[in-house]
């Protein structure tokens, strides 16, 4: 369960976006001195962090808009399709209705 948590990429992205922003803010505080601080390292793995869980979070939504695609709601006979493909007045009929 603590893996599985510690693992979520949008967990991971949450804590690389409050990185990027603390760090930004005390970048900006300091913006005057010439010197690097920690600020700057936490943000360098901020955005490393967030560019790491980008793929994975773009992976999960592909497969939900492929799932989405693939699980369309059959439609009642006199359902009228668009040409875009969109439906109007769409009323979904139970299993034992659309075998008449």
Known sequence: MLKRITQSPYLNLLSGLILLITSGYEVIAHIDDAALGIHHGIMLF?????????????HGLTEIEEADETMAPECCPMCPNLADGTLSAHVTLPSTARSN
Do not use: F, G, R, Y
């Open 46 to 58: 901020s955005l490393i962090q967030i560019v790491k869980v980008i793929p994975e979070i773009m």
